[in-house]
């Protein structure tokens, strides 16, 4: 399924329950095939490197996926999202592996 408006439109940030704490840079949708080979997400959030993961509840971590999740459905797009959280520092450290 190609990437369009309405994945951008309901993975809009304002439109979303950020916990407190959770210092999102972006979020991205692209294209992915989960284990059984069925077409999914893959929502790659990048978090701010001064977000303290340690001081995120679970439940508030939980409680934002299932509102992407609503909201893609809201938006008629019923892939199931498969989520990854970063930090830019992290990402370059797997670049320079």
């Known amino acids: 399924m190609p990437l369009t408006v309405d994945i951008h439109d309901a993975l809009d940030l304002t439109k979303l329950p ?3 704490g959770m210092h999102i840079l972006k979020i991205e949708a692209e ?3 989960d ?3 069925d077409p999914a997400l893959r929502i790659s ?3 701010d490197d001064s977000t303290d993961v340690e001081k995120i509840r679970g439940g508030d971590i ?3 996926k299932l509102a992407v999740y609503d ?3 809201k938006y008629g ?3 199931f999202p498969h989520f990854k959280f970063a930090k830019p520092s992290e990402l370059a450290e797997e670049d320079e592996d």
């Open 45 to 47: 959030v990048l978090l």
């Open 77 to 79: 797009i019923n892939l």
């Open 62 to 64: 939980s409680k934002f």
């Open 18 to 20: 950020v916990p407190p």
């Open 35 to 37: 284990w059984d080979g």
């Open 31 to 33: 294209d992915y095939t």
């Open 71 to 73: 909201n893609l459905l």
